[in-house]
């Protein structure tokens, strides 16, 4: 025999569903704030490689926080006043990723530059006391050539461009991925505050 629903139990079935929403968005936004405080304490805000670090964890965990946000718009959409307040904070939110991203590029920036300076820092004392033990023949050990330096200069010369050529590749690949997840998530919070605002609107008329 068919069974019908009423628009009784079909109300209580899309209030049961948003209220379950709720709750799992909630659990979300919630998770991502204990992780984002794991992530600021201590606070170092004056040191690059910090904010960069917090940053790229941002980025990671940034699809929960948005996964969050768009299952509590959805539990919402019986409540105009809370619908506001949630569509408000999402531009925001998204607004302060797309800021949050052009810090990654600067201290993406300064964080190449800071690896480069510290492995040539390092190669020029090195070189320094090659140059000092080939102008001074007598501190040499027996075993040890004037050719031998000058093979070893040019082997340090070759390592420390190898090292400064993946120090600054393997900032930029992790900068650039930061950067995107944090624009694209910016733009999903953005747009799902625009849609719970346009929601909102067309529910006053």
Do not use: H
Not at 113 to 138: D, F, H, K, L, M
């Amino acid at each position: 025999m068919a069974s019908f629903s009423t628009p009784t139990s079909n109300a209580a079935n899309l209030s049961t569903t948003r209220g379950i929403c709720q709750i799992a968005g909630l659990t979300c936004l919630v998770g991502f704030a204990i992780d984002l405080l794991v992530l600021l304490l201590p606070p170092e805000l004056g040191n690059a490689q910090w904010r960069f670090g917090v940053m790229q964890q941002l980025a990671d965990r940034s699809i929960v926080l948005f996964f969050g946000a768009a299952l509590m718009i959805f539990g919402s959409l019986d409540s105009r006043r809370g619908l506001k307040r949630l569509s408000t904070l999402c531009m925001a939110t998204g607004v302060a990723f797309f800021l949050f991203s052009l810090l990654v590029i600067t201290d993406c920036l300064k964080l190449r530059e800071q690896a480069t300076n510290n492995i040539s820092a390092q190669e020029t004392q090195v070189q320094t006391q090659i140059r000092n033990a080939q102008t001074n023949p007598g501190a040499l050990s027996g075993n040890v050539k004037a050719e031998d330096l000058q093979r070893l200069s040019e082997q340090l010369s070759n390592q420390a461009k190898t090292l400064k050529e993946s120090a600054q590749t393997g900032v930029v690949k992790t900068g650039a991925a930061s950067i995107g997840n944090l624009i694209v998530v910016g733009l999903g919070l953005i747009g799902l505050g625009r849609y719970g605002m346009n929601l909102r609107r067309s529910k006053a008329l």
